[in-house]
């Protein structure tokens, strides 16, 4: 397995295919806005893929300083359930041993129809190593928990790398939601 970056327009069509299948709406950037913070330098875009080329998921990520954010990581349906998504996690986090690597989840306290799959992705994360961060933050309506791979990231950083790589438009829409008790 490995991760490529992705810059040709077979790998990218793709990671998009993937992006708007496996995340909601409301929780997407605007592809294109990837795309153009993929060119600036801030966002990667990398593809997960078998040695042999076949396509098994995509992470992309935005940098600033320090700081990387794994913003969304999604395997194929049909490379689930296979150890796959196991296997390129620990890849991005070797990738970014030497940096402060995050990410955010919903939050499983919050009610909601998917909250089996909330705890699942949370269980998972936190069996490769994850653990949560001293606050949890509402990005775009949205309540979520923010993990790190061990380095702490106050809400600060967290909230300036938003404002640095999407800019001011994000500045607003992204708040502490709540100290974490964890």
């Given at each position: 397995?490995?991760?490529?970056?992705?810059?040709d327009?077979?790998?990218?069509?793709?990671?998009?295919?993937?992006?708007?299948?496996a995340f909601?709406a409301a929780?997407?950037k605007?592809?294109?806005?990837?795309?153009?913070?993929?060119?600036e330098?801030?966002?990667?875009?990398?593809?997960?893929?078998e040695d042999?080329g076949r396509?098994?998921?995509?992470?992309?990520?935005?940098?600033?300083?320090?700081?990387s954010?794994?913003d969304?990581?999604?395997?194929?349906?049909e490379?689930r359930?296979?150890?796959?998504g196991?296997?390129?996690?620990?890849?991005?986090k070797?990738?970014?041993?030497?940096?402060?690597?995050?990410?955010?989840?919903?939050?499983?306290?919050?009610?909601?129809?998917n909250?089996?799959q909330?705890?699942?992705?949370?269980?998972?994360?936190l069996?490769?190593g994850?653990?949560?961060l001293?606050?949890?933050a509402?990005?775009?309506?949205v309540?979520m928990?923010?993990?790190?791979?061990?380095?702490?990231v106050?809400?600060?950083e967290?909230?300036?790398?938003?404002?640095?790589?999407?800019?001011?438009?994000?500045?607003?829409?992204?708040?502490?939601?709540?100290p974490c008790?964890?």
């Amino acid at each position: 397995m490995q991760l490529i970056d992705a810059r040709d327009a077979a790998r990218l069509k793709n990671i998009q295919a993937l992006y708007l299948a496996a995340f909601p709406a409301a929780e997407r950037k605007p592809f294109s806005m990837i795309l153009k913070k993929q060119a600036e330098g801030s966002v990667d875009i990398l593809s997960i893929e078998e040695d042999d080329g076949r396509f098994l998921g995509l992470a992309i990520l935005a940098h600033a300083g320090d700081l990387s954010l794994l913003d969304y990581f999604a395997v194929s349906p049909e490379s689930r359930g296979k150890g796959t998504g196991g296997a390129a996690f620990e890849l991005l986090k070797a990738r970014h041993a030497n940096r402060r690597f995050f990410l955010e989840i919903e939050d499983v306290s919050v009610p909601s129809d998917n909250a089996e799959q909330r705890l699942r992705r949370r269980a998972f994360y936190l069996r490769h190593g994850m653990r949560p961060l001293s606050f949890k933050a509402e990005l775009f309506g949205v309540r979520m928990e923010v993990l790190s791979a061990g380095a702490e990231v106050s809400f600060e950083e967290y909230h300036s790398l938003y404002t640095s790589v999407f800019g001011s438009v994000d500045k607003n829409r992204i708040r502490l939601a709540a100290p974490c008790a964890e």
